[in-house]
């Protein structure tokens, strides 16, 4: 199985464009898709999701033709929105209960099994009469992969699922996510490093609306192996060395300043040679693409 996204293209009516002849294949597993705030994600997920159409290109999953056959998609798919709206003061399991029906599990025996195997899939069954407005963020996360797992769907969509949740509640739903991720298509849009580094097997990276790097994030760490330098500044010296050189990052340690820089060997300068991480991989990624021939 797998999901074929050719030069897709949208610009909003204000002028924004959102997506930029992007085309990717996405294999069964999970695959993240990694970008800063307003990178394109939403338009994409919401695009493949059926829910708006881009102005140019295809979308296929198989033999199914997302955009003009809405409806096949649509059957196989599951969708975790960034934003689920407001939680209505019904209990989990009737709330459950109500969107089988909608989808067509009509038969009542095996909807009571399906949604009783879903709440524990979910850790959610010993709260299940408890009212979904009274959840904490992770549990809502939680109800809805349960809601989106409804008719065994092929693909999955979940859009920036962990933000907000505290560690405990976001570990909880990367091993749920990675339960589900084996055997169908699992599209995990974020703009947190360390959910693609725990999940998924597979990436993209996207700013401004354009595929910048698709592949294994191993492939991408392997791309920036020997070139990423760390050196503790004092704060002063911060534009300085921005000027000087390609400073991928900067982060407080212990208050001074940590910076990571891209390039050829600079011990000399002081500079600490270290492992690549995928954040050193996102930042370097979207920055070559700002400043292209000014470095590297
Ligand atoms: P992300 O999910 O990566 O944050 P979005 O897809 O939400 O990115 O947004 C991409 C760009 O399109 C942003 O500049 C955003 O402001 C703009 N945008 C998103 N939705 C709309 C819309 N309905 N109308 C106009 N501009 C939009």
């Known amino acids: 199985m797998e999901l074929q996204i050719k030069n897709l293209s949208k610009t909003y009516p204000n002028g924004v464009k959102a997506l930029d002849n992007v ?19 939403s338009t994409l997920m919401r695009t493949i999701a059926t829910l708006q159409d881009p102005d140019a290109g295809s979308i296929h999953l198989d033999a199914i033709d997302a955009l003009h056959d809405k409806m096949a998609l649509r059957r196989v798919l599951g969708y975790l929105p960034q934003e689920f709206g407001v939680y209505p003061r019904v209990s989990a399991e ?97 703009h947190i490093v360390d959910d693609v580094r725990e999940l998924c097997r597979n990436m993209a990276i996207i700013d401004q609306g354009r595929v910048l790097f698709a592949g294994q994030p191993q492939a991408a760490l392997n791309e920036l192996k020997g070139r990423v330098w ?53 930042f370097s990624t979207i920055q070559r693409k700002a400043a292209p021939a000014a470095h590297v």
């Open 23 to 41: 085309s990717l294949t996405i294999p069964q597993g999970m695959f993240g898709l990694l970008g800063p705030n307003g990178a394109g994600k």
């Open 94 to 190: 009737d709330l459950l209960d109500h969107m089988a029906v909608v989808k067509g599990v009509v038969h009542r025996g095996e909807r009571r099994e399906l949604v009783q195997a879903l709440l524990e899939q979910t850790n959610l069954y010993s709260v299940r009469k408890r009212s979904i407005s009274t959840f904490s963020g992770g549990m809502k996360q939680r109800f809805g992969i349960a809601q989106a797992l409804i008719g065994q769907p092929l693909l999955i969509i979940v859009d920036e699922p962990t933000a907000g949740l505290d560690p405990t509640e976001r570990n909880r739903f990367y091993n749920l996510l990675s339960e589900i991720g084996e055997n169908i298509i699992v599209i995990l849009s974020t």
């Open 230 to 282: 760390e050196k503790t500044i004092e704060k002063a010296e911060l534009a300085a060395y921005q000027q000087q050189y390609q400073v991928i990052s900067s982060k407080l340690l212990a208050g001074q300043p940590l910076i990571h820089v891209l390039g050829p060997d600079v011990a000399s300068a002081g500079f600490r040679a270290v492992e690549p991480s995928l954040e050193d991989v996102f």
